[in-house]
């Protein structure tokens, strides 16, 4: 059974780091696409980060500069530095991976999600 687990959230003050992880558990597969989300109260769930299987990343205007994507496909893990926290950062973050697991007509993408992690961020 694939799971996607996350880990390293919590409270920080304005201005401080933390780094998120989430780990890809299970067998069968391979990890194509990796991203992270977010989803404050009463807003809809945004992207924050992307790195796809090659390297390439893409961020949020309102990320950029601050948080760094990265994985490492050995561990099947990926990661989310963030530095220079804001108090409008505080969200629960969610690990999204696309998978290629086999069906029936051969190998299909799937796309999972962890069940999420809160980042508080106070001013």
């Known amino acids: 059974q694939v799971q996607l687990v996350e880990s390293g959230g919590g409270l920080v003050q304005a201005g401080g780091s933390l780094r998120l992880s989430c780990v890809v558990s299970?067998?069968?597969?391979?990890?194509?696409?990796m991203g992270w989300y977010r989803q404050a109260p009463g807003k809809q769930r945004e992207l924050v980060a992307a790195?796809?299987?090659?390297?390439?990343?893409n961020y949020a205007d309102s990320v950029k500069g601050r948080f760094t994507i990265s994985r490492d496909n050995a561990k099947r893990t990926v990661y989310l530095q963030m530095n220079s926290l804001k108090p409008e950062d505080t969200a629960v973050y969610y690990c999204?991976?696309?998978?290629?697991?086999?069906?029936?007509?051969?190998?299909?993408?799937?796309?999972?999600w962890g069940q999420g992690t809160q980042v508080t961020v106070s001013s």
């Open positions: 999204n991976a696309d998978l290629f697991l086999g069906c029936p007509t051969g190998t299909c993408l799937y796309d999972y």
């Open positions: 790195i796809a299987s090659g390297g390439s990343t």
């Open positions: 299970g067998s069968g597969f391979s990890i194509n696409n």
